[in-house]
């Protein structure tokens, strides 16, 4: 049986009160703290640096239906498409037509400076997967540092309403008598009153903690991505849904063999403005495969890079982006430029060496269209979360979106929450008798190099069993003085634990899970399945993706005004 304990931790050395608190301070973690102060206090913990995060790292951009000729019906059709089936529609909907007001009213009327044409109108490229040139991005290949630079801009003009506690790791949720979330413990690594192991006592928490990307050696995922946020919901027992639909970016830079942690990710930008991928002969292979080629659908991409490198007994293929010149290189991708030459490659002159690593996890946290998951109080958004929205593969550029928009309707739901007619307010936190775990910090490397080998691209039942042994072997490294690196690799462990085992239950191939062993299923597999931890054990349940999600109760809706594609997007007097 699996075994998902609670963090062993000191008992708390502090306390303090915030009516919200906001874990993680990424696109989503930021949005949800500048709505959440329109419904009361709130406080921001963050794990290292505010900027620290996955949001500064996106280099490709955001998704929204901002071009002549397109429409959210279109990015609708093209998200479905990349979710194999597995999309919430409904969810979907939300995102692409509230995601055009966001963009304008959320980031850009927040100092957000996006690319513009000669004409003042946004510049729009395309990327994997989509129709229309749709993808909204800042500095060349730097929107996620412009996005991120931004909202912490108006964080920063909102010291007196926003506390923040950085360089603090979250430890396990707070709940009360009747199981409502009533805040979390946590701790910080600094000096003076707010030192170690704390508690937050507050009306909702929100978890907005990234991804999990360090789950396997090779990532885009920096290095504080160790799945905190789903391990915190699983230890309290919230449902978690889609964990095994793990993207892989089909271009990551490969440094070799022994490259572990962050890797250097290769925009699909690159090939949407005409890059191409080459096999050991030089041969373009996408070409035949997909009606959009080298823009496919990632999990497409990637899948065919992993056989045609098999095949060739290579681990790495090439991307030809020679024909871009210096000038584009250094206009259009300026910071993949500079990386590419800090590695030894010229881009103008040489193929860019090239492999699947781990990128974005489309599961997460399950919530409703209001970020509301199966505990009371407790919300979650962005990749932490799973909306619905991904379904078995996420379309590119669609994540930054998905933080911005359900953030924010986050925001909106405390309101209701807090208002008169609102949520009862949770009584105090009860003592957790449950047992604690605590895995030694050299876990981390164990299941990284596990999940790697057996549940990565390609996976199969005798891989994933491998790796389900070798992770529960890891049990055994136990660990009896808390700290931060010990935590990470108890978190780690933990998520990769659940991961292998829906994987392994999921007996077809559909997105960005590929078995071996196991064709595509519709008839039987357009089913999510959804873990939770009970007194009983971890189980596992299998749902019709048309089940509608609802933790919560109605909540009203003002809607943005729509962005008409046809007029340039013009920043608001701030």
Same mark, same amino acid.
């Given at each position: 049986m699996t075994r998902i304990s609670r963090l062993l931790a000191p008992a708390p050395g502090w306390t303090t009160y915030a009516d919200t608190v906001v874990v993680g301070s990424g696109i989503a973690g930021l949005t949800a703290a500048l709505a959440?102060?329109? +419904?009361?206090?709130v406080l921001l913990v963050t794990k290292a640096q505010p900027s620290d995060g996955s949001t500064r790292w996106a280099q490709g951009g955001i998704a929204a239906a901002l071009g002549i000729g397109d429409s959210p019906e279109a990015h609708l059709a093209d998200t479905l498409t990349a979710g194999a089936g597995l999309c919430d529609?409904?969810?979907?909907? &939300? #995102?692409?037509?509230?995601?055009?007001?966001?963009?304008?009213?959320?980031l850009i009327n927040r100092g957000a400076e996006f690319d513009r044409r000669?004409?003042?109108?946004?510049?729009?490229?395309?990327? !994997?997967?989509?129709?229309?040139?749709?993808?909204?991005?800042?500095?060349?290949?730097?929107?996620?540092?412009?996005?991120?630079?931004?909202?912490?801009?108006?964080?920063?003009?909102?010291? =007196?309403?926003?506390?923040? &506690?950085?360089?603090?790791?979250? #430890?396990?949720?707070?709940?009360?008598?009747?199981?409502?979330?009533a805040g979390l413990t946590l701790h910080v690594l600094g000096e003076g009153a707010r030192d170690g192991v704390g508690a937050v006592h507050a009306r909702a928490v929100v978890l907005a903690t990234g991804g999990l990307g360090q789950v396997f050696t090779a990532t885009t995922n920096p290095a504080v991505a160790t799945g905190d946020g789903v391990a915190l919901a699983l230890r309290a027992g919230a449902r978690v849904a889609d964990l095994e639909f793990v993207q892989f970016h089909p271009t990551v830079l490969w440094l070799g063999d022994g490259a572990r942690g962050q890797q250097q990710l290769i925009s699909e930008a690159v090939r949407g403005e005409g890059a191409f991928l080459v096999d050991a002969k030089g041969e373009r292979f996408m070409t035949g495969l997909h009606e959009l080629a080298d823009l496919a659908p990632r999990d497409i991409v990637a899948k065919a890079i992993m056989r045609r490198a098999n095949e060739a007994g290579l681990?790495?293929?090439?991307?030809?982006?020679?024909?871009?010149?210096e000038d584009k290189w250094r206009g259009r991708f300026p910071t993949i430029w500079e990386s590419l030459h800090d590695h030894g490659v010229d881009p103008v002159r040489d193929l860019i060496p090239v492999a699947p690593a781990a990128h974005y996890a489309s599961g997460g946290v399950l919530t409703d269209h209001w970020g509301r998951t199966s505990i009371p109080g407790l919300y979650a958004c962005g990749e932490t979360a799973c909306t619905g929205v991904h379904g078995a593969n996420r379309l590119a550029s669609n994540s930054l979106l998905e933080g911005l928009v359900f953030a924010d309707r986050i925001g909106r739901d405390l309101a209701r929450a807090f208002g008169p007619d609102g949520d009862d307010a949770p009584g105090e936190p009860i003592e957790d008798l449950r047992p604690q775990l605590l895995? =030694?910090?050299?876990?981390?490397?164990?299941?990284?190099?596990?999940?790697?080998? !057996? +549940? !990565?691209?390609?996976?199969?039942?005798?891989?994933?069993?491998?790796? +389900?042994?070798?992770? =529960?072997?890891?049990?055994?490294?136990?660990?009896?003085?808390?700290?931060?690196? +010990?935590?990470?690799?108890?978190?780690?462990?933990q998520v990769a634990t659940v991961l292998a085992d829906v994987a392994a239950r999921r007996e077809e191939t559909r997105g960005s899970h590929w078995r071996e062993d196991f064709p595509a299923d519709d008839a039987h597999w357009r089913v999510r399945q959804i873990a939770q931890v009970t007194a009983g054990g971890l189980h596992i349940t299998r749902s019709p993706v048309s089940a509608a999600v609802d933790f919560g109760p109605a909540t009203s809706v003002n809607p943005a005004p729509p962005v008409n594609p046809a007029q340039p997007v013009k920043e608001d007097a701030r």
């Amino acid at each position: 049986m699996t075994r998902i304990s609670r963090l062993l931790a000191p008992a708390p050395g502090w306390t303090t009160y915030a009516d919200t608190v906001v874990v993680g301070s990424g696109i989503a973690g930021l949005t949800a703290a500048l709505a959440a102060r329109h +419904a009361g206090s709130v406080l921001l913990v963050t794990k290292a640096q505010p900027s620290d995060g996955s949001t500064r790292w996106a280099q490709g951009g955001i998704a929204a239906a901002l071009g002549i000729g397109d429409s959210p019906e279109a990015h609708l059709a093209d998200t479905l498409t990349a979710g194999a089936g597995l999309c919430d529609p409904e969810t979907v909907r &939300i #995102l692409v037509t509230e995601g055009p007001a966001a963009v304008r009213n959320l980031l850009i009327n927040r100092g957000a400076e996006f690319d513009r044409r000669s004409d003042g109108s946004i510049a729009l490229t395309r990327e !994997g997967g989509h129709h229309a040139d749709r993808i909204i991005h800042a500095g060349g290949d730097a929107t996620g540092a412009e996005v991120s630079r931004a909202l912490l801009a108006r964080l920063d003009q909102l010291v =007196d309403e926003i506390e923040v &506690i950085d360089h603090a790791l979250v #430890l396990d949720l707070l709940t009360d008598a009747s199981g409502r979330a009533a805040g979390l413990t946590l701790h910080v690594l600094g000096e003076g009153a707010r030192d170690g192991v704390g508690a937050v006592h507050a009306r909702a928490v929100v978890l907005a903690t990234g991804g999990l990307g360090q789950v396997f050696t090779a990532t885009t995922n920096p290095a504080v991505a160790t799945g905190d946020g789903v391990a915190l919901a699983l230890r309290a027992g919230a449902r978690v849904a889609d964990l095994e639909f793990v993207q892989f970016h089909p271009t990551v830079l490969w440094l070799g063999d022994g490259a572990r942690g962050q890797q250097q990710l290769i925009s699909e930008a690159v090939r949407g403005e005409g890059a191409f991928l080459v096999d050991a002969k030089g041969e373009r292979f996408m070409t035949g495969l997909h009606e959009l080629a080298d823009l496919a659908p990632r999990d497409i991409v990637a899948k065919a890079i992993m056989r045609r490198a098999n095949e060739a007994g290579l681990d790495h293929l090439w991307l030809d982006a020679r024909h871009f010149g210096e000038d584009k290189w250094r206009g259009r991708f300026p910071t993949i430029w500079e990386s590419l030459h800090d590695h030894g490659v010229d881009p103008v002159r040489d193929l860019i060496p090239v492999a699947p690593a781990a990128h974005y996890a489309s599961g997460g946290v399950l919530t409703d269209h209001w970020g509301r998951t199966s505990i009371p109080g407790l919300y979650a958004c962005g990749e932490t979360a799973c909306t619905g929205v991904h379904g078995a593969n996420r379309l590119a550029s669609n994540s930054l979106l998905e933080g911005l928009v359900f953030a924010d309707r986050i925001g909106r739901d405390l309101a209701r929450a807090f208002g008169p007619d609102g949520d009862d307010a949770p009584g105090e936190p009860i003592e957790d008798l449950r047992p604690q775990l605590l895995l =030694d910090p050299s876990v981390r490397s164990a299941t990284q190099q596990a999940m790697s080998a !057996g +549940a !990565g691209v390609l996976r199969s039942a005798q891989s994933l069993e491998s790796t +389900a042994t070798e992770l =529960d072997v890891l049990l055994d490294r136990t660990d009896a003085q808390p700290r931060a690196e +010990a935590w990470e690799a108890t978190n780690l462990q933990q998520v990769a634990t659940v991961l292998a085992d829906v994987a392994a239950r999921r007996e077809e191939t559909r997105g960005s899970h590929w078995r071996e062993d196991f064709p595509a299923d519709d008839a039987h597999w357009r089913v999510r399945q959804i873990a939770q931890v009970t007194a009983g054990g971890l189980h596992i349940t299998r749902s019709p993706v048309s089940a509608a999600v609802d933790f919560g109760p109605a909540t009203s809706v003002n809607p943005a005004p729509p962005v008409n594609p046809a007029q340039p997007v013009k920043e608001d007097a701030r």
